[in-house]
């Protein structure tokens, strides 16, 4: 029902937790791996693996969905794990129930500022202390599922056939693959995906999420990431 776009850079310690997990899932699911590590890794419950002589960071993994022969697809990070067996199910349900050409499903996401900021200033979360919520808001696990404008690429869950909104002949967003998908899927279009309420408590974090090596620890993360949404969003 599901291919699983694994990804696997300097955390191989987690991927047979991963793995485990996922072939524990009470929906089938194929699972592919692009490996940016310098080692190789071998497990024969692995439907497909790529071993990249070089680091190619997070867009790569969606080359490998062109392979897929499933109604679904998911990208899946490294430094996480599904800790319900009916993740994936609850994934299905909640997209099929509210399902528009182009939409995806995750657990984490962010609504941009009017000015298509990724990140509130320091002003507006201070405005937030009294209750007033102004600029960029991000959401994870929520109370009710809620509208996004870009799921964060952890886990973003969305059909198959939803590919051919995606161009794939581009010149690589290595580090932004979330927002560039997020973009496509929804045609530039605001609010269109969902972060779900169906995966509280469904998540587990594991090692490696916040060392140097992440993404996210870059020194100029924050600007990078508002330019990205300026580029592949329109304003409201």
């Not at 524990?24 to 692995?46: G, H, S, Y």
């Not at 109370?143 to 870009?150: E, F, L, P, Q």
């Not at 998540?203 to 330019?227: C, D, F, K, P």
Request: glycine share 4%; with cysteine.
């Amino acid at each position: 029902m599901v291919t699983v776009l694994l990804l696997n850079y300097k955390r191989v310690e987690n991927i047979p937790i991963i793995i485990d997990a996922l072939k524990n899932q009470t929906v089938e699911c194929k699972i592919f791996l692009w490996n940016n590590a310098e080692e190789e890794f071998k497990d024969p419950r692995l439907d497909l693996v790529v071993h990249s002589s070089k680091n190619l960071k997070c867009w790569a993994r969606w080359s490998m969905a062109s392979y897929a022969d499933t109604p679904y697809v998911m990208s899946h990070d490294d430094d996480m794990v599904l800790s319900s067996p009916e993740s994936l199910q609850h994934l299905i349900d909640t997209l099929e129930n509210n399902y528009v050409p182009g939409r995806a499903i995750g657990f984490n996401g962010v609504n941009l500022g009017n000015d298509l900021s990724y990140y509130p200033s320091d002003r507006q979360k201070s405005i937030r202390k009294i209750g007033i919520t102004v600029g960029a808001k991000h959401h994870k696990f929520p109370k009710k599922n809620t509208r996004v404008d870009i799921l964060k690429g952890r886990l973003i869950f969305f059909k198959t056939a939803d590919l051919e909104r995606i161009p794939m002949h581009i010149e690589p967003e290595e580090d932004i693959d979330d927002i560039f998908i997020s973009s496509y899927l929804a045609q530039r279009n605001r609010k269109h995906h969902i972060v779900t309420s169906a995966l509280n408590n469904k998540v587990e974090e594991l090692s490696g999420g916040s060392e140097a090596m992440a993404l996210s620890q870059q020194s100029n993360w924050e600007n990078y990431r508002t330019q990205a949404a300026k580029k592949y969003f329109k304003n409201s």
